[in-house]
Structures are given as structure tokens and as C-alpha cells.
């Protein structure tokens, strides 16, 4: 079975700032993609970043990147220049390859950004 | 173009009664998945659907049960409610084509059972 595991209930950063948020998961599936989601305090879930795990390179859409090491199953978020909007719950996500398939969450992770 | 809608926003509910879910995806997109998400924890899978076929299950007692309509517009029902069932409920829909492994939430329904 899959499992997602985020170790950091609560994490705070300064404003401008960079903070990384930790995540590992478990599978035996060569094929699979990782997710970053965010839910701020309005509760919509909304897509942050994602990596397919054939691909080496890491991620990266604006101030957000990943960390991606296949072998020790890490998947771990990189928010520089930190702003007081990237408040939220972060979710680690993984999902197998194939067309259909559902989404395993971690626990999340609160990030509060602080001026 | 709008994105995923879930109707309604909130709904509070007695033990015992059933409950209709409902969620609009975003146009074009073929599948819908639905997930709880118990207060402070992450999104548990309950259903996806495709082309209005059930796909997935999740590990939840046959109380839920689900359906997807011809406009691919998708409602979740669960009879006999428990005070357990209080959650938030999202809606996700996933397109068709390079994209077809990533999942886009609607807001969600607010779920109180007292």
C-alpha cells in the first residue's frame, strides 16, 4: 500500500523568506506522480506543483520547487521570498501512473507566514 | 472557464437522515473523484467515475454511494448519517489528454451531522 507521510504538523517563516516543507512516501510503483497542494483557510484546494517520477528534473513554477529524490522517496517543497498569502495547509500528494487513479494525501502541513 | 462547483456549501444534517452531494466539473473534463476530509487531516478517496462508470472505491461502507450523469456532473449520497460522517466533502474533476494525472478541487460542501 501507499502512504504519504508529512512529519511537520506546523512550520512558520518570515515574510521574504524561503521555507521548505518535508515530505517522504512509500510505494513499490516505478510509476507515479507527486503533488503539492495548498488549502488556505477558504478550504479550496488548489494545485501548487506536481512531478511525474520518470523525470529527473525537478519542478519549479515561480517561487515554489521541489526537492525530488526518487531513492529515498522524498518529495520535499521549496517556497522562496515567502508572502503573507502562502498561509495555508500544504498537502503532499501521490498518485500511481495509469489514466485513472486517486489521490493519497499526507496529513498536511500548517504554514503560517509571519510580516 | 469555471472550475470545479460543489453544491451546496454547507449543509447540517441529523443522525439517521441522507444526504445529496452534487458537483459540476470543469467543462471538458471526463472524470470525478470525490474525497472527505476530516478536520485537521488530509483528503480520504471515497469514488472516482469515468464516462460514468465507477473506476474507484475508496474504504468506505456502502452508506456512500455515488453517480455521474451524461454532463458528467457527478452527486454523492449517504444514508443513514453518524456523527462521523461530519466533513468536509471535495469534488475533483481531471482532464482528458497529457494532463489526465492531475486532479483540479472544487470548494467543497461543509458537512455537519449532529
Known amino acids: 500500500a501507499q502512504t504519504v507521510t508529512q512529519s511537520q504538523p506546523e512550520m512558520s517563516v518570515q515574510e521574504a523568506e524561503t521555507v521548505t516543507l518535508s515530505c517522504t512516501y512509500d510505494t513499490s510503483e516505478n510509476n507515479y506522480y507527486l503533488f503539492w497542494y495548498k488549502q488556505p483557510p477558504s478550504r479550496q484546494m488548489i494545485l501548487v506543483i506536481r512531478?511525474?517520477?520518470?523525470?529527473?528534473q525537478n519542478a519549479t513554477e515561480n517561487r515554489f520547487s521541489v526537492n525530488f529524490q526518487k531513492a529515498a522517496k522524498s518529495f520535499s517543497l521549496k517556497i522562496s521570498d515567502s508572502q503573507l498569502g502562502d498561509t495555508a495547509m500544504y498537502f503532499c500528494a501521490f498518485r500511481v501512473g495509469g489514466s485513472q487513479g486517486n489521490l493519497i494525501f499526507g496529513k498536511g502541513t500548517k504554514l503560517s507566514v509571519k510580516p | 472557464d469555471a472550475g470545479v462547483t460543489q453544491s451546496p456549501t454547507h449543509l447540517i444534517k441529523t443522525r439517521g437522515q441522507q444526504v445529496t452531494l452534487r458537483c459540476s466539473p470543469i467543462?471538458?473534463?471526463?472524470?470525478v473523484s470525490w474525497y472527505q476530509q476530516v478536520l485537521g487531516q488530509g483528503p480520504q478517496f471515497i469514488f472516482q467515475y469515468y464516462e460514468k462508470e465507477e473506476r474507484g472505491r475508496g474504504n468506505f461502507p456502502d452508506r456512500f454511494s455515488a453517480r455521474q450523469f451524461p454532463n458528467y456532473s457527478s452527486e454523492l449520497n449517504v444514508n443513514a448519517l453518524l456523527l462521523g460522517d461530519s466533513a468536509l466533502y471535495l469534488c475533483?474533476?481531471?482532464?482528458?489528454?497529457?494532463?489526465?494525472?492531475?486532479?483540479?478541487f472544487g470548494p467543497g460542501t461543509r458537512l455537519t451531522v449532529t
Open positions: 467543462s471538458g473534463h471526463k472524470s
Open positions: 475533483a474533476s481531471t482532464p482528458f489528454g497529457p494532463r489526465a494525472y492531475e486532479q483540479y
Open positions: 512531478q511525474e517520477a520518470y523525470k529527473q
